[in-house]
């Protein structure tokens, strides 16, 4: 009973990590998001502001939309990247269940003399 409730406490701090993991992630990624949509915002709007009275006005637009395609391309390879080097869910909990299967299967098998 005392290896079950191991098992137990093992799944909780795996589900406590991974929340605290996941919880980190979104706080991080929402103030990050939020900022940068300011600041993009805001160099925009200086950018079509500088040009508006010229000739270049439609080429800064497109240039700043390419920028947008270009990072947003960088961002979807560095988030994928951030999920596979994630710990995954339940890891410790599955490393022992392995370990103990082992032994588990020896104790109970027939002996073999």
């Given at each position: ?15 406590a990590?991974?929340?605290r993991?996941?919880t980190?992630q979104?706080?991080?990624?929402a ?24 000739d ?12 947008f ?9 560095y ?20 370990q ?9 098998s027939?002996d073999?003399?």
């Open positions: 009973m005392r290896h079950i409730g191991a098992y137990f406490e093992l799944i909780s701090l795996d589900l990590r991974a929340q993991e996941l980190e979104i706080i991080a990624s103030v990050l998001a939020i900022c940068i949509l300011f600041a993009l915002l805001m160099l925009c709007l200086g950018v079509i502001a500088y040009t508006w009275d010229t270049y006005r439609v080429a800064a637009i497109a240039w700043m939309g390419g920028a395609v270009v990072i947003a391309i960088f961002m979807a390879v988030r994928a990247r951030a999920a596979r080097a994630r710990t995954p869910l339940l890891a410790d909990v599955k490393r022992e269940w392995a103990d299967r082992v032994i588990l299967e020896r104790l109970l027939p073999e003399e």
